[in-house]
Structures are given as structure tokens and as C-alpha cells.
């Protein structure tokens, strides 16, 4: 059974030649594959035959929109390598190499009966990396990736906030894809707004019924910070579930390796500083840890230094930790605390040798 057939009857009985065209081309490709030469030939050439100007446009051009406010409510990017290094806590990465596997082989799971895995829930703090991990996913399925913009798809207006999520489906539909719904607690904020209770059983509604007919050749990514905003028939329809949580010590320390890469830097060949770095920065997620470092390289260029300074590191963790209540004091008890040598702690700060000197016998007195 050719999964390809099913959409491609579907796509005849709507008049959506872009989609029996999309997935003729996959059947095609599937039967060449398969040794079914004479078939595929005939397939490819129907396809070619009927092709016109307007059909090859990308199916993916005509976005759905907002009526009420007539803005698009996706985006549309095509992957591309963007050098960008991800690192996850060995479950995560176990997890989503499984996921990827596991959509390469579907089409030998599915003639074998068994359902795939295509819809994925991320979850996790802020900057734990479930963006980057959508785009990544992307580019190694090479499928395109399709954002919903969320804010535009929640409307004022009664009843069509379930009729945009309707058309973005159907926009998704269209062509093998990633609809990638970030931000997806978004939905669920309609219970607190002006809207009434009918509307978000409308919108679940709406939700679980497109969930429930997506296509097998692609994926859904919804992605969060509030899961327990979810409603739970929702959160049951995602095949895997997976939380990001903030980095363990071995992979911060990788993420360490590679952010310091940003420029040249005085502490890399010391083993000590490393690891210092990688305790204090325990519970930091990869994305601020990113911005840590970016602060530190900025300003020692700023200051006409040519390389990044463990110092300005330190101080910059420091101040990422203690955003209020800064004093030069607690700082350079950080600093010392830290491993900084005094002489750095007294140039980074402009303090006095001696005030280092009191700060230091200080730390000290009090039981290090
Ligand atoms: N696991 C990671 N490995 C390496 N870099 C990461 C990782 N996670 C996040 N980053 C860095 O942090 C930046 C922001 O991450 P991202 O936007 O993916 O986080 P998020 O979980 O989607 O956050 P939010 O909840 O705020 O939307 C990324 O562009 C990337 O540079
Ligand atoms: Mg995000």
C-alpha cells in the first residue's frame, strides 16, 4: 500500500492539483526506487505532461492569513547549514536521533502496519534550545519548515482563531513539510483572555482534529515553556514528548569548549579555570551561557584587547547572576572566589590593589 495514493485521491476529490502533483512526484520516486521502472516512467510523464506555469510555482507560496487583520499566519523557511553546533544532555540527544530514525525508516513501518512517530512536543525553559532543535530537525530531514505564527493565528474575532489553525493544516498539507507550532501555550492563554469558554473548545476542537488527520510524511513540532497550560487530550496526541532541560555538567562543558571558540582566549589550555566555569554556570541554560560569553568577548574588544579574558568572563557571570544589587565588593568576592588572580580583580574592577588585598584575606577568614 502506497501511502503517496491516499493523498493523491485525496488531493483529486478537493481539486488541489498541488498536491496530487507534490505527491505523484513521491509516488514516482518511490516506484523508481523500487524497482518499478515502467510505472514510474509513466507516472513522471503524466506529471510533465500537465505542468503548467502555475503549478510550479512552490506549493508553499500562497500563505494562509488572518481576515481580520490580513497577516500571514506562517513562515516558510527552507533549511540550510548554519554552522551552528547543538549540544543536549545524552537522553535528549538519544531521543531525537531516535525520533529522526524513526521518521527515515516510516515508510517500512508503515507497510509493516505500525504507526510512526512524527509528532513531537518540546518542552523546557526558556533558551533551552527548542527553536534551534525544530531548525535542526529540519535540516536533517531536509523538509521545509513551516512556523506558525501563533499570535496572528489567535483572533479576536469569534470563531476563526479554529479557522486560521484549520488553513494552516491545510497549508501544511500541501507538500511534505515540518509545521513547527512554537510558542504553542499561546492557545491556551485564550481561556484567560476576552474570549469565552465556547471558543477554546472550538480551538481544541480544531486542534485535535488536525492533529488526528496529519500526514504520516511529515512532522509536527509544537514547542512550549508552560506545558501544564496544555490541555490534556492535546498533549496526548504528541507520539513523544520531550522536556530540554538545562545542561549537565559534561555538556556544559562542551558548550564551554565551543563557545570559547568565539575569539582567542587566555584560560582554554587551563583545566582548572574550564571546570571552574562549568560549576558555576550549573542550572544556565545554553542560551545564556552563549550570551555570558558573546558579553565578555564584546567588551574586551571594546576595551581594545584582542583576546577574551577569563576575568571579564567571570565578571560578566557574575553580573548575569546578580543582575541588581551589584557592588564591587560581592563582585570581586566572586571573582576571587572563581579563581581570578587579585592583580585581575584590581584591573577589571579599578579597584585598589589593597581593597583586593582586604577582600581576598576576607574570603579567606571565612573558611576557605
Ligand atoms: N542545546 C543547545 N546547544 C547549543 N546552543 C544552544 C542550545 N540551546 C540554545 N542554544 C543557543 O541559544 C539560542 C536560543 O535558543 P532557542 O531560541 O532555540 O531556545 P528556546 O528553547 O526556543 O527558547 P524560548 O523558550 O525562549 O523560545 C540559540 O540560537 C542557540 O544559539
Ligand atoms: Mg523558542
Request: net charge neutral; glycine share 4%.
Amino acid at each position: 500500500m502506497f501511502p503517496e495514493l491516499l493523498k493523491i485521491i485525496e488531493g483529486g476529490l478537493k481539486n488541489d492539483h498541488q498536491k496530487v502533483r507534490n505527491y505523484s512526484i513521491k509516488l514516482a520516486k518511490y516506484l523508481d526506487e523500487n524497482g518499478e521502472k515502467i510505472v514510474s516512467r509513466k507516472v513522471s510523464q503524466l506529471i510533465e505532461k500537465n505542468t503548467t506555469r502555475t503549478a510550479q510555482l512552490d506549493s508553499l507560496t500562497a500563505k494562509p492569513f488572518d481576515n481580520e487583520t490580513r497577516v500571514e499566519t506562517v513562515d516558510v523557511s527552507i533549511p540550510t547549514e548554519t554552522g551552528e553546533e547543538l549540544f543536549f544532555n545524552d537522553f535528549t540527544e538519544q531521543e531525537v536521533n531516535e525520533f529522526l530514525q524513526s521518521y527515515a525508516k516510516r515508510d517500512l513501518l508503515l507497510r509493516r502496519g505500525i504507526e510512526t512517530n512524527n509528532r513531537l512536543l518540546l518542552y523546557g525553559k526558556p533558551g533551552t534550545g527548542k527553536t534551534s532543535l525544530a531548525r535542526f530537525i529540519s535540516l536533517q530531514t531536509g523538509l521545509p519548515l513551516v512556523t506558525a505564527r501563533l499570535d496572528g493565528i489567535v483572533s479576536s474575532l469569534l470563531g476563526s482563531t479554529a479557522k486560521n489553525i484549520r488553513k494552516v493544516f491545510e497549508y501544511a498539507s500541501k507538500q511534505p513539510c515540518i509545521l513547527f507550532l512554537d510558542e504553542f501555550d499561546v492557545l491556551a492563554k485564550i481561556r484567560d483572555d476576552q474570549h469565552e469558554l465556547g471558543e477554546l473548545k472550538r480551538v481544541v476542537n480544531s486542534l485535535i482534529q488536525n492533529i488526528d488527520s496529519f500526514a504520516p510524511e511529515s512532522i509536527l513540532i509544537a514547542a512550549t515553556n508552560h506545558p501544564q497550560l496544555l490541555d490534556s487530550a492535546v498533549w496526548r496526541r504528541f507520539d513523544m514528548k520531550l522536556e530540554l532541560e538545562v545542561p549537565e555538567d559534561n555538556v556544559r562543558e562542551k558548550l564551554i569548549n565551543y563557545f570559547s571558540k568565539i575569539m582567542d582566549n587566555d584560560f582554554s589550555d587551563n583545566q582548572k579555570k574550564v571546570h571552574q566555569v562549568v560549576v558555576s554556570t550549573k542550572g544556565l541554560s545554553p542560551d545564556a551561557i552563549k550570551t555570558i560569553f558573546n558579553t565578555a568577548a564584546k567588551n574586551c574588544l571594546l576595551q581594545g584587547k584582542d583576546t577574551l579574558l577569563y576575568s571579564q568572563l567571570i565578571l560578566e557571570l557574575f553580573i548575569y547572576l546578580t543582575p541588581i544589587d551589584f557592588s564591587e565588593e560581592k563582585a570581586s568576592k566572586f571573582m576571587i572566589d572563581n579563581l581570578v588572580p587579585q592583580s585581575e580583580v584590581s584591573n577589571r574592577l579599578s579597584l585598589s590593589m589593597r581593597k583586593v588585598r582586604s577582600i581576598y584575606k576576607e574570603v579567606k577568614y571565612n573558611g576557605q
